[in-house]
């Protein structure tokens, strides 16, 4: 069974920094894309930050030159730095990554539980 667990979240100033962590475990085979996601109340959820195996990155506009994302490929780990926050980043942000459980099994979509970011004004 494959779990992610987050970590890093919490209540920041406007203009102040937070570092996610997200570490999968369990029965992995390999591990190819992961990212991070939020969700604002009211709003869908969508894609923050993501980053390939070989650590090709790609961001959404709202979030470009302020966060950061890099993996641990040793520790099956993912981070996101985000700095510069604004009441806007404010979303509960959840860790994303394809997982193959087996080298015969397709790949598939794990999610960790959200971790809660609130930028304060």
């Known amino acids: 069974q494959v779990q992610l667990v987050e970590s890093g979240g919490g209540l920041v100033q406007a203009g102040g920094s937070l570092r996610l962590s997200c570490a999968a475990s369990?029965?992995?085979?390999?591990?190819?894309?992961m990212g991070w996601y939020r969700q604002a109340p009211g709003k869908q959820r969508e894609l923050v930050a993501q980053i390939t195996p070989a650590k090709t990155t790609d961001f959404a506009d709202s979030v470009k030159g302020r966060f950061t994302i890099s993996r641990d490929n040793a520790r099956n780990t993912v981070y996101l730095q985000m700095n510069s926050l604004k009441p806007e980043d404010t979303a509960v942000y959840y860790c994303?990554?394809?997982?193959?459980?087996?080298?015969?099994?397709?790949?598939?979509?794990?999610w960790g539980q959200g971790t809660q970011v609130t930028v304060s004004s």
């Open positions: 369990g029965s992995i085979f390999s591990i190819g894309t």
């Open positions: 994303n990554a394809n997982i193959r459980v087996t080298m015969v099994n397709r790949p598939d979509d794990y």
